[in-house]
């Protein structure tokens, strides 16, 4: 199975050569792909720590969450922004367009279990980044 990884801006790496995923900078990869599934175990195991920041960020400060979308039998990975965590759950606005899900729009709100999260990231004042393990797999193939 193949999955499609949508990536914040910048990172692009693309198996196929897709001139669509190109365009929505997207990294499609196998599920079973063992760099991509250490670096969403390590989101899982630092998201209570991303959890407890969420509330204390700088307002010129970042944080998104990717999460597993789902369409059917269709799966993507996408970027959600302005995160809200509550009680087991992940909800925020859809930051970009998907390739495998039409129904989702930019923007749309979208609510999750924290199961379903991939990975995470808190883009700093001073340019640097905490978390963005699968952001860092995808640059690591480069």
Same mark, same amino acid.
């Given at each position: 199975?193949?999955?499609? &990884?949508?990536?914040?801006?910048? @990172? ?15 990294? *499609?990869?196998?599920? %079973? /792909? ?5 670096? @969403? ?11 407890? *920041?969420?509330?204390? &960020? ?15 039998? %269709?799966?993507?990975? @996408? =970027?959600?922004?302005? #995160? ?12 970009? /367009?998907?390739?495998? &899900? #039409? ?5 749309? =709100?979208?609510?999750? #279990? *924290?199961? /379903?999260?991939? /990975?995470? @990231? ?7 980044? *905490? ?12």
């Amino acid at each position: 199975m193949i999955l499609g &990884l949508a990536v914040l801006s910048g @990172v692009l790496l693309l198996l196929n050569g897709d001139r669509r995923a190109k365009a929505n900078n997207i990294v *499609q990869m196998s599920s %079973k /792909d063992a760099v991509m599934n250490l670096a @969403v175990s390590r989101s899982q195991e630092t998201l209570p720590n991303f959890i407890a *920041q969420l509330g204390h &960020l700088d307002p010129d400060e970042e944080a998104l969450v990717k999460c597993r979308a789902h369409e059917g039998d %269709k799966v993507e990975h @996408v =970027w959600v922004e302005q #995160p809200v965590y509550s009680n087991g759950t992940f909800s925020g606005k859809l930051s970009k /367009d998907t390739y495998e &899900l #039409p129904s989702l729009k930019p923007g749309m =709100w979208l609510t999750f #279990p *924290q199961s /379903d999260v991939s /990975d995470w @990231v808190i883009l700093r004042k001073d340019g640097t980044k *905490q978390g963005g393990f699968t952001i860092d797999a995808i640059e690591a193939l480069k």
